[in-house]
């Protein structure tokens, strides 16, 4: 069953603007990550947040959290092309014997 | 990272056969391994817990029977569709857990099922 809602979809941002992707998520977590995927590719693991945690950085990259509002966002700073993929949060509920249950996923188009 | 592989990356069968996809952990152990699977511009969905050694654990709506795991080892899990038909055609993602106190899934890169 899905967990995780990420909005907007799909989002169309020129090169260099920064995109922000939201996810929202039901139950208590112990975690949530945020991957990226290629189309027709696997997925990259780009960062992890704790529930404990409220903000991560990791280069161009910046994770906030919101436990009270069961929620997180993904910035995308300077964004480049490469940066074109969808992106996925993920959220490890408490009690859920290890598995992360993965939202719908937002397109991100880079227009050069 | 730790590197997870999968294969074959694209398999087209024809329908009625099976057809088995490895997952393997290439650099460390995995007592965990998950299958997710896949349709177009859609998101992972999580069809079994592989468990090295035991029975794996279906999510509710898998067909335990079509969707055969066997996790044999601590660095191998292999998915078998059995009797494939063309609803079964999807993308395939295997990830591993190195501990279950470990918080990062890593993931392999994916197979692509085609059934005719």
């Known amino acids: 069953s899905q967990q995780g809602e990420e909005d907007p979809q799909a989002l169309s941002i020129q090169e260099g603007e920064n995109a922000t992707m939201n996810c929202s998520y039901k139950t208590s977590i112990n975690n949530l990550q945020w991957y990226r995927q290629n189309s027709g590719r696997g997925l990259v693991h780009l960062i992890l947040?704790?529930?404990?945690?409220r903000e991560k950085h990791s280069g161009r990259l910046r994770v906030t959290l919101d436990t009270s509002k069961k929620s997180s966002s993904l910035l995308i700073t300077a964004s480049r092309a490469a940066d074109t993929a969808s992106y996925f949060c993920a959220t490890e509920p408490m009690n859920r014997d290890d598995k992360i249950i993965f939202g719908k996923g937002t397109r991100l188009h880079i227009l050069p | 990272g730790a590197v997870v592989s999968q294969h074959p990356s694209r398999v087209i069968c024809k329908s009625g056969t099976s057809v088995k996809i490895e997952c393997r952990s290439l650099d460390f152990q995995a007592t965990t391994m998950f299958w997710y699977r896949q349709f177009p511009k859609k998101s992972l969905m999580l069809m079994a817990t592989s468990n090295e050694g035991s029975k794996a654990t279906y999510e509710q709506g898998v067909e335990k029977d079509k969707f055969l795991i066997n996790h044999a080892s601590l660095t191998l899990s292999t998915l078998t569709v059995t009797s494939a038909h063309p609803e079964d055609s999807s993308f395939y993602i295997c990830?591993?857990?190195?501990?279950?106190?470990?918080?990062?899934?890593?993931f392999g890169p994916g197979t692509r099922l085609t059934v005719l």
């Open positions: 947040i704790r529930s404990n945690e």
């Open positions: 990830s591993a857990r190195s501990t279950p106190q470990t918080d990062t899934q890593y």
